[in-house]
């Protein structure tokens, strides 16, 4: 009686176990994982350069156009054709133009004895801006022709473009050689030694 009942609890040990070992265990499923969303930040833009239209020529209306100068002498570009032009706009106000003219300053006086005219103008009214004017020519030394540019002239020359310092220079033939609009530090002034040593070059 003994050994069937060993017998008996055997077996149900045996059905014990095979019922466990077929029993599959549950697998863990791993938790869902975000989607990996593209990054959307945009990249630095390089700032917008404003595209310059350059004046091709200047016209005769501005050639022929009285200008009030500031020694209270008036003259007009067409007066020094056949000579090299170079035509600075500036402002009292304009922080960039005061420190562009020491740099056109010293190239003014390398080419003291050459065939070049130099010539500054502002867009400001001579009656509200005399006062202003004076003072920042007390503080600058600016050896250029200045004049009190009409707004007819100034436009045509700055063709449209509302921005200063802007440079012009003209070969002896009345050719606009390069115009160009800003400030460089340390390489305006080599910029226009470069360009009027070409004009001189190209001069009949």
């Not at 791993?30 to 350059?54: C, G, M, N, Y």
């Not at 016209?59 to 022929?64: I, K």
Request: charge should be neutral.
């Amino acid at each position: 009686m003994k050994v069937i009942f060993l017998l008996v609890l055997a077996v149900a040990c045996a059905l014990t176990v095979a019922s466990q070992s077929g029993r599959r265990n549950p697998i863990s499923k791993p938790a869902p994982t975000a989607p990996i969303q593209p990054d959307l930040t945009p990249e630095p833009e390089e700032p917008e350069r404003v595209p310059v239209s350059e004046l091709l020529f200047v016209p005769e209306v501005v050639l022929d156009a009285e200008i009030k100068g500031m020694d209270n002498t008036t003259f007009r570009l067409a007066d020094f054709h056949g000579k090299v032009q170079v035509i600075n706009i500036w402002a009292s106000w304009c922080g960039p133009c005061r420190r562009e003219v020491p740099e056109y300053e010293r190239v003014r006086k390398a080419y003291a004895d050459k065939d070049v005219v130099f010539i500054a103008l502002t867009p400001e009214n001579p009656e509200r801006a005399a006062e202003q004017v004076n003072k920042f020519l007390s503080e600058v030394s600016f050896g250029f022709r200045l004049g009190w540019a009409s707004p007819e002239v100034i436009e045509r020359l700055m063709n449209v473009k509302a921005a200063i310092p802007q440079t012009i220079v003209i070969d002896a033939t009345g050719r606009v050689l390069k115009h160009w609009i800003g400030y460089s530090p340390r390489q305006s002034g080599k910029r226009l030694s470069d360009l009027i040593d070409l004009a001189l070059k190209e001069k009949p």
